[in-house]
């Protein structure tokens, strides 16, 4: 994860909120914050991978005020191993980063 291309952001009136974005985009891959008294993190995934994780872990919840078929929430209270947590970043970070430009190839002049 190149993380000199993202960006910490306060998008909300909410201090404790923080949404960290790349800097290509502003898209967002992961938003931080506290709800019912727990810390959480939300990102994006393609549904097959957020179904995958919802079942293999009870921390892992429908996003919070996100489509639900695209976003998770994963409740941060040390059941999700960090590892997991990583890859679940960096799969959001994937999906979100700022697509690149393919160069077009010149043909010959004839």
Same mark, same amino acid.
């Given at each position: 994860m190149?993380f000199?291309?993202v ?5 909300f009136?909410? +201090?404790?909120t923080t949404?960290m974005? #790349?800097i290509?985009?502003?898209k967002?891959?992961?938003? &931080? @914050?506290?709800h019912?008294g ?5 990102i994006?995934?393609d ?6 994780w919802r079942?293999?872990f +009870?921390?892992?919840?429908p996003?919070y #005020? ?7 929430s994963? &409740? @941060? ?6 590892e997991v947590?990583?890859m679940?970043l960096e799969?959001s970070f994937?999906l979100?980063k700022p697509?690149?430009?393919h160069?077009?190839?010149?043909l010959?002049?004839?």
């Open positions: 190149g000199s291309t960006m910490e952001d306060y998008p009136d909410d +201090p404790d949404a974005r #790349h290509g985009n502003r967002i891959f992961a938003l &931080i @914050l506290h019912g727990q810390l959480m993190v939300n994006k995934h549904p097959m991978m957020g179904e995958m079942s293999s +009870p921390a892992v919840i996003g #005020h996100m489509n639900k078929l695209h976003w998770s994963i &409740i @941060l209270d040390g059941s999700v191993p960090d947590i990583a679940m799969h994937d979100t697509k690149q430009k160069r077009q190839q010149r010959p002049k004839e």
